[in-house]
């Protein structure tokens, strides 16, 4: 065993680090929590310009996994929003692996520009978890097919410029098997995008077809072959691109506020032998999660899509994070409870913040318990349970 | 960067893994209690060389590193095996750096420990090993001293069955004093958590393996007990922690290995130092066994419960092997020096 990264592995992380540093101005933070929209377009230029996006695509460039997941590993620790730019780049694994070469052409450069963005067209107002029973319908008509159907949590939706679209093309066979992707520009006729808010800022959408007609050119994969392009999908989004480090800024926070805040005795709360135990605790689940998102992209850098190993850190790294944000408001107590702006708010509102957003994150890219599920069938061998 | 075994490393994996699964059944275990020592499976190990593994090649030793006595402590763990090779191993390696390690001890004739703690009037309370071992190495104020006396035999009733007893300081060898002294013992410390860490893991498999046999063959309700999604959601939790457990374990080790200073930035999360991870790794490994064997014992219902099924052995050794080291939030604070700097003095 060897956890020891390469040079050149160590220059790239280093200007990623840089680039942070450079572009992630307090502003752009601030903007993330007033607009709800999770994305900069700073930093996603920053990044283009380096040559990093097309650098770091699985599939693409050097494609390596060690290098995607450092991108957004370190993008993550320093609180930057990356949501947008993750997606993007995971459609443009999707569109590099399975795309044609004219959606590659089409497509591609848009994406590795920074530019433009993607959403997600899942879930739908009737089916999350069960995605695969999508009812959102795509009825042939010649060389086009029209849309007709509904659009859950299509985050990004309203500055995106696609949209990654499952959909039932075959109701007559399992519900695998009837389903076709598309990734379809969102300004079609017939589309239209409404706000969701959510209790943890982040703006995301509700997205409504209605006799959308997009030309066959715009489907990604076979027809009736959307789960496939689906199970590659969900291998680059659970683990290697973000969502593994929350627990990161957190506790960086918190230290930092900790170590000027003091309690009703006049102890720096830092010096609390209490406080230190579970700060001690979030860094070993910290450290633990790095390890487990490493892997699943070693795994990957082997050849592999790494579905379970992703699937492992995702339930490990987000229940982490919500146990971490559970136990830093308990020790921040009243300050905790205020937000951003608020000048006596534990380190800076981001104790208040986490409390709100973490709940999501055992949720959405799949449950904690269809990833448990997951592990039990495919890691264990356990019977289906359903 | 490779997060796998090498060739060497697999043939460690290779002997070690089928020495354990022959010659140590938990019949074997089970026999062993109370004491926790069995001298054949010690003898039969030594014929392998295992106590001499860890020694450098001039000293007559294999030269191991400590990622390949990991792969060997993970085994002891995965059988629960009755001889005490992590604490043989990193006495030798401490006395080894100190010139002091004999004949006796490099071929397993003799057994050694480590004091973990510090002297209590004029006694190591309750040393790993301490039943068994002769010599016994470890601090008594700022020196590092080896006492050479007859090994008691028998162990305090205690909950795991270990080997364990308190030792008299009196005729004790100073090897090391000051900072040189602290220093050797800092790593022999951290290379016993690191390998205690390893047994852990393997401990957390066997009872996940354990589980997995039982939830498959135990009907109720006319199906498999595994088939039923809220055993499964308690056994699945449990790969998850063992591929952390086993990937910080083999870091620990790794950084052991290095020898050379390393980081610890919470800020990035970027750790590198060898006795801040052997601590985490110690920490995490022992809540991954605490878990796996409380999951598996209670999926295994009544019978989890009685003497005759194994799991029980593994649920107290799970406590046993790492509370002897002391309360987890003591070890908790001190990494906390190392990750947020020293407690500020009350004026």
Known sequence: MDFSLSPEQLEFRDQIRAIARDTLTPEIVERQHTSGTFNSPEINRALADAGFLERSVPGLGKGDPIELWMLFNELEKVSAPVDGISMAMMIAGVVAHVGTEEQQEMILPQLLSGEVLVSLGYSEPETGSDVAAAATRAVRDGDEWVINGAKMWTTMGHVAKWILLLTRTNPDVPKHK?????????????????????????????????????????????????????????????GVMGGTAMGVPLLHHFRDW?????????????????????????????????????????????????????????????????????????LAGPAGLLRFGEPAAAAEGWVEYDARHSPVTTIYGGTGEINRNNVAERHLGLPKAR | MRLELTDDERTIEEVFGGFFRNECPTALVRAAEPLGFDRGLWARLTELGAPAM???????????????????????????????????????????????????????????????????????????????????????????????????????????????????????????????????????????????????????????????VYVNERHQFDRPIGAFQAVQHQLADLPIALEGAGLLAAKAAWAGDRRTPGLVSIDTCDITDFTALAAMAFLYTSDTATLATDRSLHVHGGYGFSEEYDIQLYYRRARGWSLIAGDPARECRSLADAMFGPVEEVV
């Open chain 1, 258 to 330: 900790a170590a000027s805040a003091r309690d009703d005795d006049g102890r720096r709360l830092i010096d609390d032998p209490i406080v230190r135990e579970q700060m001690v605790r979030v860094a070993i689940d910290n450290e633990v999660a790095s390890l487990m998102t490493l892997r699943a992209a070693y795994l990957a850098a082997l050849g592999g899509l790494p579905g379970l190993e992703g699937s492992m850190v995702k339930v490990f790294a987000t229940d982490a994070y919500q146990k971490a944000s559970r136990w830093f408001s308990r």
């Open chain 1, 178 to 238: 009837g389903l076709t992707m598309f990734l379809i520009p969102l300004d079609l006729p017939g589309i239209t995008v409404e706000a969701v808010h959510t209790m943890g800022t982040e703006r995301t959408n509700a997205t409504f077809y209605d006799d959308v007609r997009v030309d066959d050119r715009y489907r990604i994969g076979e027809v009736d072959g959307g789960w496939k392009v689906m199970g590659v999908a969900l291998a680059f989004e659970r």
């Open chain 2, 54 to 212: 860890g020694l450098s090649e001039a000293r007559g030793g294999g030269g191991a590193t400590l990622t390949d006595l990991a792969i060997v402590a993970e085994h002891v763990g995965r059988s629960i095996a009755p001889v005490p090779f992590v604490e043989h191993v990193t006495a030798l390696r401490l006395l080894d750096a100190c010139g002091a390690v004999t004949d006796a001890l490099r071929d397993g004739v003799e057994i050694a420990t480590v004091a973990l703690g510090p002297v209590r009037t004029d006694r190591w309370p309750l040393v790993p090993a301490g039943a068994v071992a002769s010599t016994v190495v470890g601090m008594v104020g700022d020196d590092l001293v080896a006492v050479r006396s007859d090994a008691p035999g028998s162990a305090p009733s205690n909950h795991a069955c270990m080997p364990i007893a308190d030792r008299s300081v009196e005729g004790a060898t100073v090897l090391a004093s000051g900072a040189a002294a602290h220093g050797a013992f800092a790593v022999a410390r951290a290379e016993w958590q690191t390998l205690t860490a390893a047994a852990l893991v393997g401990i957390a498999r066997s009872a996940l393996d354990l589980a997995l």
